[in-house]
């Protein structure tokens, strides 16, 4: 079945500065890969997507890049805030209607 | 997106008694959930897989005897956590998946239910 690997788990970044994560995963076959931010104890929230079709995704801070090839995908905060400050967890699912796949999780801790 | 919502949102509860968790996708006719269990600074695992009208698909080490799921209708399925023990303790999320809906794959989160087995 479908895996993903995230890392690192933990991800400590001064106020201003850039933070990554990275994803693989493993099934050729799937075409979304969402990620979500979850603070402590709420729900997790979409932050951004991208589709196998597209090799990059911009949304302010924010942005995605998928390279379908190596099956990686990461997610890039730009000038980070203490507010960023959660756990992101990337996915991978075959679209909407089929079941959804999440890496370990990162902690980022935005020091201000 | 959709909105979706959860009932109750904690529930503490004796060994061996059974707790039932409902998820509700408010604005959106929902033919798929999912429900997800949550340990402490764990990630997301999927349960199973809920289809409106028909039985769940549940996920490899899931017992579906003990975990009933229902999806009676397109706003409505139910996790019944039978004969519950400390262990099943866990933060339990359900989503909906929005396929159909134009221009989005994305599944969208209930609040979740913390469920505390005594």
């Known amino acids: 079945g479908e895996n993903v690997e995230q890392h690192p788990s933990t991800l400590s970044v001064q106020e201003g500065d850039s933070a990554v994560i990275k994803c693989t995963y493993s099934?050729?076959?799937?075409?979304?890969f969402p990620w979500y931010k979850q603070e402590l104890g709420k729900r997790p929230q979409l932050i951004i997507d991208i589709r196998s079709n597209v090799g990059e995704k911009k949304d302010q801070r924010i942005a995605v890049t998928l390279n379908k090839t190596a099956k990686h995908f990461s997610l890039h905060i730009t000038e980070t805030q203490p507010e960023d400050s959660a756990v992101y967890f990337c996915a991978a699912s075959w679209g909407g209607g089929f079941k959804t796949i999440f890496g370990a999780g990162t902690r980022l801790f935005v020091k201000a | 997106g959709a909105v979706v919502s959860q009932h109750p949102s904690w529930v503490i509860c004796k060994s061996g008694t059974s707790v039932k968790i409902e998820c509700r996708s408010l604005?959106?006719?929902?033919?798929?959930m999912f429900w997800y269990r949550q340990f402490p600074k764990q990630s997301l695992m999927l349960m199973a897989t809920s289809n409106e009208g028909s039985k769940a698909t549940y996920e490899q080490g899931v017992e579906k005897d003990k975990f009933l799921i229902n999806h009676a209708s397109l706003t409505l399925s139910t996790l019944t956590v039978t004969s519950a023990h400390p262990e099943d303790s866990s933060f339990y999320i359900c989503?909906?998946?929005?396929?159909?809906?134009?221009?989005?794959?994305?599944?969208?989160f209930g609040p979740g239910t913390r469920l505390t087995v005594l």
């Open positions: 989503s909906v998946g929005t396929s159909g809906r134009a221009g989005t794959d994305t599944q969208y």
């Open positions: 099934d050729s076959a799937s075409n979304y």
């Open positions: 604005d959106f006719q929902a033919t798929t």
